[in-house]
């Protein structure tokens, strides 16, 4: 089976964090845009988050308008996108929002974590191993087979980069938000990797528009930009 179209979501502020350091999460997005997202996630067959989002934002992650969850179901398809989560320690609460709303749950871990995890979780999601380490190309490869043919992760630092240092997301939907952070220690949309085009390539960038007060820009990474430097 083919893996899924992968859609990197992303907020930034206008110096590039996702969240500030304090305990409370920075709002970088308006209604308007919470609304684009909210379609975004009804035209996905799956969405992903990371472990380290669900302890920080203990997140629903629903789509949230009624007319959408009837027009999913009026297609043939669930009222909500599959949920999918990736661990490598396992260390995440049966109490998390994440397991108790919406629909089906998959939860990635490694072969260290995946026993304890299951005995935790029970019924409340289906707890798939990729082996000794995380591979997310296992993982879109589970996906696949499972039937999904649009996958939207929607963070963290660490899975955004894995994602796209693997060469592994076809596109990145970015919002940037008049803010700017400037906290040294305040989580970023990518983290250091080697990346496999670096700075030797440019992006192409399908679609730019502004949502209220922040601009939305769509890019494909695995698709070289036409446009140089001095173009």
Do not use: C
Request: hydrophobic share 40%; proline share 5%.
């Amino acid at each position: 089976m083919p893996r899924p179209y992968v859609v990197l979501k992303v907020a930034t502020s206008i110096d590039g964090y996702i969240d500030d350091t304090s305990s409370t999460r920075l709002l970088l997005s308006n209604p308007d845009d919470f609304d684009r997202v909210d379609q975004v996630r009804a035209d996905s067959d799956a969405i992903l988050i990371g472990a380290s989002t669900m302890r920080a934002d203990n997140p629903r992650l629903l789509v949230n308008s009624e007319e959408r969850r009837a027009a999913r179901e009026a297609a043939g398809k669930p009222a909500y996108p599959l949920k999918v989560t990736v661990t490598k320690s396992g260390d995440l609460s049966e109490d998390l929002k994440f397991w108790h709303h919406g629909g089906e749950k998959v939860a990635y871990t490694t072969d260290a974590a995946a026993e304890a995890l299951r005995a935790r979780l029970g019924t409340l999601a289906d707890v798939v191993s990729t082996g000794e380490e995380l591979d997310f190309g296992a993982l879109l490869d589970d996906l696949g087979e499972r039937g999904i043919g649009r996958l939207l992760v929607e963070g963290g630092t660490q899975v955004h980069t894995a994602f796209l240092s693997q060469n592994l997301a076809d596109e990145i939907h970015l919002v940037v938000a008049p803010l700017v952070v400037g906290q040294a220690d305040a989580p970023r949309f990518l983290g250091p990797a080697d990346y496999p085009w670096a700075t030797t390539r440019r992006m192409t960038l399908a679609e730019v528009r502004q949502v209220g007060d922040v601009v939305f820009m769509r890019y494909l990474p695995k698709q070289e930009s036409q446009a140089g430097p001095n173009s």
